[in-house]
């Protein structure tokens, strides 16, 4: 059974850091392409971020530029995204997603998902 476990998430301050983490199990990472959703309370999800397979081309949505940063060991079939500068609107339930070899910005583009790990910026 494929599955994702997410961890990392939790409190953080404005300008700190934090590294989420989403292992997969039941699969090898090493075909998947994996993006980073967030959804904030009364909005919809969107796209953080993504990797690929290969050489590992990334992409990340405007507001995040700069401050996040994606990283895969497949190895370890694990992907991260390390998060630093923290902003109050950062505060979003951050979600894993995979889908064959290439990024899409799409939700429905991605078959398989993680239940989610909350993340608060807050001082």
């Known amino acids: 059974q494929l599955q994702f476990v997410e961890s990392g998430g939790g409190l953080g301050q404005p300008g700190g850091s934090l590294r989420l983490s989403c292992a997969a199990s039941g699969f090898t990472l090493d075909y998947y392409a994996i993006g980073w959703f967030r959804q904030a309370p009364g909005k919809e999800r969107e796209g953080v971020s993504c990797i690929s397979i290969g050489r590992f081309g990334t992409n990340y949505v405007d507001s995040v530029k700069g401050r996040f940063t994606i990283s895969r060991d497949n190895t370890k079939n694990t992907v991260y995204l390390q998060m630093d500068s923290l902003k109050v609107e950062d505060t979003a339930v951050y979600y894993c997603?995979?889908?064959?070899?290439?990024?899409?910005?799409?939700?429905?583009?991605?078959?398989?998902w993680g239940q989610g790990t909350q993340v608060t910026v807050s001082s």
């Open positions: 997603a995979a889908r064959m070899y290439s990024c899409r910005w799409a939700e429905y583009d991605y078959a398989y």
